[in-house]
């Protein structure tokens, strides 16, 4: 690969002219048709294939990643997939003037609205074979779509987004959300941990950084907060944690928070969303499970633990199960094994060896379950943590390779859905996203506990039987924190991003799949071959067509 050229931050009074070149066309985006935004879209499109290549053979070198390997398709699906699918979807929205009609409106018994989003086309019923995915609106407001298509806002606005570094997608995916869905132009300040990426955005949406719709600018978090109170920036979008959020919206030091807290004065007065991670529970409805069955799920949890090197907002972080399961230990038994066979990654993420010891100093019955060199931490399980308000394993994200186990007293599926339902909403940290797994005999027996339970998790995305990495790929469905969090006490964030649809107050996303996934997903650890089905997923998900839609099913079935 060509090595690029090296990174400089960029002074404040240099990204001072760039933000006030963007306030001189806030103005004029809220002029651009539906046309001339769909050409933008599509030039986008283009660029981001254009540049994947050597894109996700840079990420991957940074990662420790061969890029030549299987997992390099990790890469491909997390970062050009997510782009370029989200960028079709808009395309396909605005196609239908920002109300694309979702395949069926459900009123719930409680009347709460449900829009049903997945499968929408033939081709999704092939390539999602047994998947649905739903988009619950907020009880009691409208099921508007795309409301800044025939409502204008009066005056433009110009948004900057901080870039969180641990996922390619995530400030593209956030941008297109700003200017397509909330009709803000952008600025984007790069993270720290991947400099780089700077060169490849600005090929990539080379088009609306010409024409002053679109900016970015890289530097240090000093430069990120300066910008933040920038006189001309309008809206802020962070992605990152809630101590970064309170730190921007109320001070710097802890007491300076306390203090504007108390009197209601934060330091940021502008209007800001954020999306801030999760403690995200797996919960393990009890039933009658085959061998395969356990085998399955097993390495579908240790998938959702070991994808990214962990480093993900989504990534599972604590394993509930019923203590009269008869089933418990030979399932953990069989995750343990699982989890020691993946191969540990480097943990590229800043801090990560801080706060792996920080855990192992809170719980030393913590079991590391594979060897890892000095780059890496090992895949750990913590057993038997307490299912307390204020526990340490509940209460911070570890955001690397580490399991809390968590039991609850419980014999039958039903106990042990009002129980576990009650402790993911009041004793887990974040509102992010949420997994249940149930056998379908299980849920057909049960389905009454089931969909309460469904309706009652205050988490903003549910994978049933699925990890939540799904709902954040989908771009149909919303990513983000349940509503209702405050500025005080934000949790995992507010607002939504990806939400294709265009869905004006969309609550939850819900997507359910089959309990046995075929083929092998592309988000399980050890795929034999990611790279190809990465490659061949982006530009299926680009331009789909049947003769791609082949080419990805033989991919998968090598799988």
């Given at each position: 690969?060509k ?8 002074s404040f009074?240099?990204a ?7 306030s001189?066309?806030?103005?004029a985006?809220?002029q651009?048709g539906?046309p001339?935004?769909?050409?933008y879209?599509?030039?986008?499109l ?6 994947a290549a ?5 990420v991957c070198?940074?990662?420790?990643i061969?890029?030549t ?22 395309i396909?929205a605005?196609?239908?003037?920002g109300q694309?009609?979702?395949?069926r409106?459900?009123?719930?018994p409680d009347?709460?609205v449900?829009?049903q989003?997945l ?5 999704d ?12 609106i ?5 099921t ?9 806002h009066?005056?433009g ?17 956030d941008?297109?959300?700003k200017?397509?869905v909330?009709d803000q ?8 941990i ?11 949406f ?5 024409d002053?719709f679109?900016k970015?600018?890289y530097?240090d978090?000093e ?10 920036i309008d809206?802020?979008h962070i ?5 970064t959020?309170?730190?921007i ?7 300076e ?17 954020s ?13 009658v499970?085959?061998k395969?069955d ?6 579908h949890v240790?998938?959702?633990v070991?994808?990214?090197?962990s480093?993900n907002?989504d990534a599972a972080?604590?394993?509930?199960t019923?203590?009269?399961w008869?089933?418990?230990?030979t ?30 100093d ?11 060199d ?7 399980v913590i057993?038997?943590?307490?299912p ?5 394993a509940?209460n911070?994200?570890?955001?690397c ?7 609850l ?6 106990e042990?859905?009002?129980k576990a339902?009650n402790f ?9 996203s949420?997994?249940l797994?149930v ?6 027996a049960?389905s009454?506990e089931?969909?309460?339970a ?11 039987n699925v990890?939540?990495?799904i ?6 469905t919303t990513?983000?924190a ?9 949790g ?5 991003v990806?939400?294709?649809?265009m869905f ?9 799949s089959?309990?046995?996934?075929y083929?092998k ?7 034999k071959?990611l790279?190809?089905l990465g490659?061949r ?13 082949l080419?990805?099913v ?5 799988g």
């Amino acid at each position: 690969m060509k090595n690029l050229p090296s990174v400089k931050a960029i002074s404040f009074e240099n990204a001072d002219v760039l933000i006030s070149q963007l306030s001189k066309h806030k103005e004029a985006w809220l002029q651009v048709g539906i046309p001339e935004r769909i050409i933008y879209l599509r030039y986008c499109l283009d660029g981001v294939q254009k540049v994947a290549a050597k894109w996700v053979e840079r990420v991957c070198l940074e990662k420790g990643i061969d890029p030549t390997k299987s997992l390099a398709g990790e890469e491909w699906l997390a970062g050009p997939m997510v782009i370029v699918r989200n960028l079709r979807l808009l395309i396909e929205a605005l196609e239908a003037s920002g109300q694309p009609k979702p395949k069926r409106w459900i009123t719930r018994p409680d009347g709460q609205v449900v829009a049903q989003v997945l499968p929408g086309s033939f081709i999704d019923n092939i390539f999602w074979m047994g998947f649905t995915g739903e988009v619950w609106i907020e009880p009691g407001k409208p099921t508007t779509q795309g409301l800044i298509y025939r409502k204008k806002h009066d005056k433009g606005s110009v948004a900057l987004i901080l870039e969180a570094g641990n996922n390619l997608s995530l400030s593209l995916t956030d941008t297109l959300y700003k200017l397509f869905v909330e009709d803000q132009v952008v600025i984007i300040k790069i993270s720290q941990i991947n400099e780089y990426d700077i060169f490849f955005i600005e090929e990539a949406f080379r088009s609306l950084i010409e024409d002053g719709f679109f900016k970015v600018v890289y530097g240090d978090a000093e430069l990120g907060s300066d910008l933040c109170h920038h006189p001309e920036i309008d809206t802020v979008h962070i992605t990152g944690s809630d101590r970064t959020h309170d730190a921007i919206v109320w001070g710097k030091t802890f007491e300076e928070q306390l203090q504007r807290k108390a009197s209601n004065q934060p330091l940021l007065k502008k209007p800001i969303t954020s999306e801030l991670g999760c403690v995200t529970p797996v919960l393990v409805v009890p039933g009658v499970w085959s061998k395969s069955d356990l085998i399955f799920q097993a390495r579908h949890v240790a998938s959702m633990v070991t994808h990214n090197a962990s480093f993900n907002c989504d990534a599972a972080k604590v394993l509930v199960t019923a203590k009269g399961w008869k089933q418990r230990d030979t399932f953990l038994e069989i995750l343990h094994q699982e989890l020691a066979a993946i191969p540990t990654r480097k943990a590229y993420y800043p801090g990560a060896r801080e706060r792996y010891e920080a855990f192992l100093d809170q719980y030393p019955q913590a079991q590391a379950l594979v060897y890892a060199d000095e780059e890496s931490i090992p895949w750990t399980v913590i057993p038997q943590v307490p299912p307390k308000t204020g526990e340490y394993a509940l209460n911070h994200e570890a955001f690397c390779g580490l399991l809390a186990e968590v039991t609850l007293d419980a014999e039958d599926p039903g106990e042990f859905l009002a129980k576990a339902v009650n402790f993911a909403n009041q004793k887990v940290k974040g509102t992010l996203s949420c997994v249940l797994l149930v056998h379908p005999k299980t849920e057909k027996a049960y389905s009454t506990e089931i969909d309460r339970a469904i309706a009652n998790l205050r988490y903003g995305g549910i994978g049933v039987n699925v990890w939540t990495g799904i709902i954040y790929a989908l771009g149909l469905t919303t990513w983000g924190a349940f509503p209702g969090n405050t500025l005080t006490d934000i949790g995992s964030g507010r607002g939504v991003v990806h939400n294709t649809y265009m869905f004006d107050h969309p609550q939850k996303s819900v997507v359910r799949s089959p309990f046995r996934i075929y083929p092998k997903p592309a988000w399980f650890a050890k795929h034999k071959n990611l790279l190809q089905l990465g490659q061949r997923v982006t530009a299926f998900e680009a331009y789909p067509t049947w003769g791609k839609l082949l080419d990805v099913v033989f991919a998968a079935l090598k799988g």
